[in-house]
């Protein structure tokens, strides 16, 4: 099943969505309790969680655990909340930035420390605070001066837009690469593998437009199917 959808990540996505409609649907204004709520939930949950000592596949970030579904439902409802005030907040690059590097040290430092020492291993769940903050701060960071000139820029615009539209196609075939044949390359792999990835996912994009358009009454658009965007 989680191979027909698509992998655990696509499902989760479809299923936020369904929730994300209506709660724009229906609470739109009312978004910061229904992230309050989530945080509750999320905390609540954990009481019951079985894996609080794990650090591995079935640890609170492991790919075996459903629990986190809940609180990264609670990083999407972050990010729309954040997309409604964008114009209201405040961007400071350099402290957005020393706020960005704080959060990843507290994340980061949680979870060595709970592979180290076992009893660390259930505050885990405080990881998720500055996981938020991350993302927070990651995106003011980007809204920066420096950062808009590389967005507003032509060129700039045109591999955001290429690569941004690609990464549903990137996460669905990636595994089905040779990833991690090319590790004794490194660091060289990473630009090998990247590139890999990019060309495969605009293969993998531009046969699904030309599958739709297959079934369509119109003719074909051939700019549509391979543009990069």
């Known amino acids: 099943m989680k191979s027909f959808m698509g992998g655990e990540f696509i499902m989760a996505i479809m299923v936020y969505y369904i929730f994300l409609y209506i709660i724009r649907k229906y609470a739109i204004n009312k978004i910061r ?8 939930i999320t905390l609540l949950a954990y009481i019951w969680f079985p894996y609080k000592y794990e650090t591995g596949s079935k640890g609170l ?14 990083a999407m409802l972050l990010g729309a909340y954040i997309g409604i005030k964008r114009k209201s907040l405040r961007y400071d690059g350099w ?15 949680i979870q060595f420390a709970a ?5 660390v291993a259930p505050w885990q769940i405080v990881t998720i605070a500055p996981l938020m903050g991350i993302m927070v701060y990651f995106y003011k960071w980007c809204n920066n001066g420096f950062f808009r000139k590389i967005y507003e820029s032509n060129v700039g615009k045109a591999v955001i837009l290429a690569v941004g539209g690609l990464c549903l196609e990137s996460y669905l075939i990636q595994y089905a690469l040779f990833t991690n ?12 593998i990247t590139l890999l990835i990019l060309v495969c996912s605009y293969i993998v994009r531009c046969a699904a437009r030309l599958f739709v358009q ?11 199917i391979i543009s990069l965007h």
Not at 33 to 40: C, S
Not at 115 to 119: E, Q
Request: hydrophobic share 45%; with cysteine; net charge positive.
């Open 33 to 40: 309790i229904v992230f309050a709520a989530t945080i509750v």
């Open 61 to 74: 970030y492991g790919i075996t655990s459903y629990y986190r579904w809940i609180p990264y439902f609670g």
């Open 95 to 109: 402290m957005d930035f020393i706020k960005l590097m704080v959060c990843l040290i507290i994340f980061y430092g």
């Open 115 to 119: 592979k180290k020492y076992s009893p």
């Open 181 to 192: 044949k090319l590790n004794h390359l490194w660091p060289l792999n990473l630009l090998i």
């Open 214 to 224: 297959t079934f369509r009454t119109e003719d074909y658009e051939l700019k549509k």
